[in-house]
């Protein structure tokens, strides 16, 4: 993949002129059109105060539409409920009981293992497969949950992930084989993943709780929508990338599909199915906060029923969350590598130490257990006998201190935050809840169709019409309005830091570790610091998605400007260019593919967080959903979680453009 | 050498076209066929990689397939155990019908009858030497110990015995070839299908590879479709040469013929940089000896070249006897000779 992303890239001739340029303009037109337009929409009510001449009209809301819900929610509780409930609600009910009683079992057999036999069983099978290092990071892990006093929160946590993983990877990897072997498959699958993928998990929490009920079912559920796509995506990746002329080989020899799929392309594959586990695992680890929100208990639970009444708790807790997360990462990605069949070279007698290994961990495992129960260790490492006290003084020392208006750091992030709130939000805010509502649907429908093409555009006229149509204008302009401040500065720090990585080996050293650590946090975490750091309402939200969203950015532009041919930078070296004008005038506009994908996953990326946001007061569509959820407003929930959906395709047709050319360059 | 009267030919291709596009099979027998390659593609968005290809390929014998890149080569070898499915024509190997072959009639020949060595070697990087080679008898079914054994003695036949337990990215490009080969020998087939096996490798090593395969060959006698861009290679190996240009077979023949007597200027521009005198042989330089002539000068095979018939010419003060089945046939004078030297070297 990586040698067909340079070539679309550097087969590009020098004369060809940049995409963006003539787009850039018509974007520059249009947003021009849209600001004069503001002008006249805008007017002010008898105290002075702004007010829209033009809001979005009360004709075209479907005022009905929440009532509908709340009585279609109504009947499917009462079917779910039913003493003799359909075959499809038998089903649901049946799914959601099987995972939770898998996820108590799991539960329970962690605890049954002793905290000192899961410490051994955990650390030996990381030793065994992963090597020393994995081994290191996962006892460092489980030493971090003793010390913390959170082993039995943490066990809920592991048992919810290696049931949501387990039946992710149930599903997903069959269908990625599937999608590897056959394209159209793959075409069939892929419009499915890139919706799943598209909407930010906040949108499906409601669907999942009134099919499933809250409880660890429904945790398990809206993990698996979230962690099923890499699963496939990298699994398909994986079959694909096997060298063709491997599987003609085999072929020309008789070998039949079956032969071909078991002999030559899993094991070739194998390091990619690996990481494709690996990612599996990090995308639900960053469902673990959100799943918290639905009673999937853990880590999570102490994180969102913490973030006002102990934030201290949230705090260690979400720190807990990453700790897993780094570790699980660490272990999985050392075992994709280290048992990757086509670099180990083993021969009979390395393949029957290793079998030796095996059977030598698994037996020191079920000694240590053992013992462990002979001796009388308790389930979970005794609270009374962890750090967790001192800590949380510590954290909330540490809070007193950036809270106190007297200290320097308070200097710095209040301004910040009020200058991103004034300037920034503020204005844009104004400019979309006040601007007139047909100017701004066909502002973005115009800035679609420069940028992206017509379908495209279409579509985007169609989700933001039903955006309308739900009642849900402002809320949506308001998230909308966070959105584009995000992703504006998230680009903006992303394509700086890209091209001073790609220009020097030492800034893009330094930044590898920052970028793993922050691709790994779960999507909430983000935003838990800041909450306590920045106290303006929608700034933590922004704040978190351009934490999120950033790295990202800057892998692609990075990315991009190294795959840049080389041959056109040194016939423009040997013109006499400069470094800068290299930058500018033949990296940047070669690599403009690569940062148009940046963009593009940016602003999904932001999206997911700025909704979350509406968890700790940023307004807009992610609060209506928190509402929904805490206090049972259920038409108004589904309702925004609709307009997220449709916000959030709009925002990836917009600016998809040249996506097909990107996807590439993101394998 | 070419087939002797009775003997069935081993490959029987007629009629084979190999068309990309969408609804292929339609172009085939229609006027458009015909069309250059471009036109073609702009009128029906397809491309005839192969078109109307028929030879026959002789038991024992090696027949090589040159061209350039684009000429269709690899896809008709492909074509031909159906890696690619042919869009028209009767194929048959060893006396099967493939193109009407089920699945499991296809495997099979695949599995007994046909071995093929890839470009791109195609080999498995996570199995040792030894389990690459037995692999072609491991989807046989063959129990492991004997399948190890049979790849062994193969893996001696080619040399490599020393790196049985090695794997494919611990071995130069020429010894992973000589792997390549060696698994298309294991399952001792009627027929090798060689698909431009050295382009990847170094001249030198190209070199002593094609050495190789000579001697396999007469060691095993098998049949070999070999498929190359290289000229020389292909005279060094070839019994008769099919030389493809856009999908179709301009010239089929014996390296002399084509050398001799290209059929077109495509040809002839292919073969101009070859000395003429070392493929040609005396048969194309003789003249019929007149009625009662003598012909007691020195005896040479008429199969013997040009240039190794100079030192024998220059010892001698008579014509040459070109020898055919003890039987001579003809007369071979010094100014043939030259002239046949110096037309090569002019052209």
Known sequence: MASVAADTVSTRPLSHRPWWRGRLVGVGVVVALMVASYRLGVTTDANGVAVARFPWPEELVWNAFPGHLDAFQTWLLDQRNAEDPSIVFALFNGFATLVDSLVSWLDRFLLWLTWVGTAATATLVALRFGGVRAAAWVAGALAAFALMGLWEESMQTVALMLAAVALSLAVGIPVGIAAGLSTRVQRAVTPVLDTMQIVPAFAYLMPVVILFSVGPGAAVVATMIYAIPPAVRITALGIRSVAPNTVEAATSLGATRPQILAKVQLPLARRMLMLGVNQTILFALSMVVIAGLIGGGGLGDLVTSGLYSSPAMAILAGAAIVIVAMALDRATEATASRTDPTRRHLDDSARRTLRFLTVGAAAAAAASVALAKELGAPAAYPEGRSAQEWLLARIQSALDYVQDPARFLFAVTEPLGNAILVHLVQPLQSFLILGPWFTTLAGVTAIALVVSGVRPALTTLAMFVAIGVVGMWEPAMDTFSQVLVATGIAVAIGIALGIAASESALVSRALRPVNDVLQTLPQLVYIIPFVYLMPVSIVPGIVAGVLYAFPVVVRLVERGLRDVAPEAVEAASAFGASRTQLIAKVKVPLAGDAIMLGINQGIIMVLAVVVIGGLVGSGGLGYLVTEGLVRGQFGQGVAASLAILALGIALDRVTQATRQAGKEVLA | ?347
Not at chain 2, 287 to 298: M, N, S, Y
């Open chain 2, 1 to 347: 050498m070419t087939g002797s009267v009775g003997q069935a030919p081993v490959i029987r291709a007629h009629g084979v076209w190999k068309v990309f596009g969408p609804r292929a099979e339609r172009i085939v027998g229609t006027p458009e066929a015909d069309l250059p390659r471009r036109e073609l593609l702009e009128r029906t968005g397809c491309v005839a990689a192969v078109r109307d290809v028929s030879f026959e390929v002789w038991p024992g014998e090696v027949f090589v397939v040159m061209g350039l890149s684009g000429s269709g080569k690899s896809t008709l070898v492909r074509t031909l155990i159906r890696l690619i499915e042919p869009t028209a024509g009767e194929i048959e190997i060893a006396g099967r019908d493939v193109t009407r072959a089920s699945r499991s009639e296809l495997r099979a020949l695949r599995r007994h009858e046909v071995g093929m060595v890839f470009q791109h070697f195609g080999l498995l990087a996570h199995r040792r030497v030894l389990d690459n080679v037995a692999f072609g008898l491991e989807v046989r079914g063959v129990p492991k110990a004997e399948r190890q054994a049979r790849a062994r003695e193969v893996l001696r036949l080619v040399g490599l015995e020393d790196v049985a337990d090695r794997f494919p990215d611990q071995l130069s490009g020429g010894m992973q070839q000589r792997v390549g080969v060696a698994r298309a020998f294991a399952v001792d087939p009627a027929v090798l299908l060689y698909d431009e096996p050295f382009s990847a490798l170094d001249p030198l090593i190209r070199r002593d590879m094609q050495d190789e395969i000579c001697r396999l060959q007469a060691e095993t006698g098998k049949t070999m479709i070999f498929i190359t861009h290289d000229l020389s290679e292909a005279l060094r190996l070839g019994d008769r040469i099919a030389i493809m240009r856009d999908g179709s077979i301009v010239q089929l023949g014996t390296p002399e013929e084509l050398v001799g007597s290209p059929a077109d200027a495509y040809v002839a521009n292919f073969t101009r940089d070859i000395p003429r005198s070392h493929v040609l042989t005396l048969r194309w330089v003789m003249r019929k000896p007149a009625p009662g002539e003598e012909l007691d000068g020195p005896r040479l095979d008429v199969r013997t070249t040009v240039r190794d018939a100079v030192p024998v010419l220059a010892a001698s003060e008579k014509p040459v006897c070109a020898v055919e089945d003890g039987r001579v046939v003809g007369l071979v004078e010094r100014d043939a000779v030259l002239r046949a030297i110096a037309s090569g070297d002019e052209r």
